[in-house]
């Protein structure tokens, strides 16, 4: 961190969506940061320090105070910065539907896309993915039916607080597909994946996330079987 310290400060890891959702939100409200990025193989105190029960990036340190978990951060930083465009509606139902489908987009999308299949192989690996996709039409049905007038985004033209959650991630299928020779069949889900599109035809998605051969180039390194 700078000697004098900066006023926010992102404790993260490059290549994780998780603090990709965080650098969204920072830069939709237009919030200077400084960037310190961790060694997840060898832990710094300073993350230890700040998130001592999970020990897991984004942090976020605002004046000297840490916030830990990327929804949460999300949350903190709608709180906090409340004249820049708002990520959250006003209403409290319209707010507890985008946390729930947040939620629900962070267990049982994002999640069972990655460890339960790339960790599988043949019958296991069909199951893993029929799972998946599974919960992936359950999401783009339950985004269809709760926000019937979402367009494009939850915001109008700017992005609320699920299509950051959803933005961060975004980049992410094509990379898994190619490092991975995986087929998330997207296709078969034309809502979800005209959402994914625009969100990566976004300015401030496209100015935040890696480019494609990064994504992928770490994606092999971390998850290919050393021959
Ligand atoms: N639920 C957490 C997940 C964060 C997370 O899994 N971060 C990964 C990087 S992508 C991490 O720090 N991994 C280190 C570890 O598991 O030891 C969040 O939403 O912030």
Redesign the pocket.
């Known amino acids: 961190m700078e000697e004098q310290g900066s006023e926010v400060v992102l404790i993260g890891?490059w290549a994780?969506?998780?603090?990709h959702r965080v650098e969204l939100a920072l830069n939709i409200k237009g919030i200077p940061y400084e960037f310190v990025e961790e060694d997840?193989s060898n832990k710094s105190d300073l993350l230890i320090q700040y998130n001592p029960v999970?020990?897991?990036?984004?942090v976020l340190v605002h004046k000297g105070k840490a916030i830990?978990?990327?929804?949460v951060i999300l949350e903190y930083i709608d709180d906090c910065w409340d004249n820049t465009p708002k990520l959250l509606p006003q209403d409290p139902h319209e707010r507890a539907k985008i946390r729930f489908w947040a939620n629900f987009y962070?267990q049982k999308v994002l999640l069972p896309s990655t460890y339960p299949i790339i960790y599988s192989e043949g019958e296991e690996r069909e199951k893993t993915m029929a799972e998946f996709r599974e919960l992936l039409r359950m999401f783009e049905e339950g985004i269809k039916k709760d926000f019937p007038t979402r367009k494009p985004f939850f915001n109008g033209e700017d992005l609320g607080f699920l299509d950051v959650t959803v933005a961060a991630n975004s980049c992410m299928y094509r990379a898994f597909e190619e490092a991975l020779a995986l087929d998330y069949e997207l296709n078969n889900y034309p809502a979800f994946l005209s959402w994914l599109n625009a969100l990566k035809g976004c300015p401030v998605v496209k100015e935040t996330l890696p480019p494609h051969d990064k994504l992928v180039a770490i994606i092999r390194k971390m998850f290919l079987k050393q021959t």
């Open positions: 890891f994780s969506t998780y603090c997840l999970h020990k897991k990036v984004p830990a978990e990327s929804l962070d």
